[in-house]
């Protein structure tokens, strides 16, 4: 059974900055590429950063230069850590996770696996 479980949200101002990681089990994590989505109320889920299998990472346009993916294969661990975080960037933050020949999809449908989400709340 897959599971991925977020952690590290939280409540912060603007300009601070918050790291997210997520604990993946019952996956080949390293044979999959991993990703970061965002859902603000209101809104439709969207998609933040991947990191495919070898490393290679994407990201959204609006948090490229401010956040950073990465992961520890042998702990089966997605980090986002998150700087210069705006009052824009308050959603509801899920890992989730894709076969690594989709890497380029942005879409959530397109990605198998999903963590139940971490909130992260920036205060102006």
């Known amino acids: 059974q897959v599971q991925l479980v977020e952690s590290g949200g939280g409540l912060v101002q603007a300009g601070g900055s918050l790291r997210l990681s997520c604990a993946a089990s019952?996956?080949?994590?390293?044979?999959?590429?991993m990703g970061w989505f965002r859902q603000a109320p209101g809104k439709g889920r969207e998609f933040v950063s991947i990191i495919r299998k070898n490393g290679r990472t994407r990201f959204a346009e609006l948090v490229e230069g401010r956040f950073t993916i990465s992961k520890d294969n042998a702990k089966n661990t997605l980090y986002l850590q998150m700087n210069s975080l705006k009052p824009d960037d308050t959603a509801v933050y899920y890992c989730?996770?894709?076969?690594?020949?989709?890497?380029?999809?942005?879409?959530?449908?397109?990605?198998?696996?999903w963590g139940q989400g971490t909130q992260v709340t920036v205060s102006s």
């Open positions: 989730a996770g894709v076969d690594d020949s989709k890497w380029y999809e942005t879409r959530p449908s397109e990605f198998r696996y």
């Open positions: 019952g996956l080949p994590f390293s044979n999959w590429a």
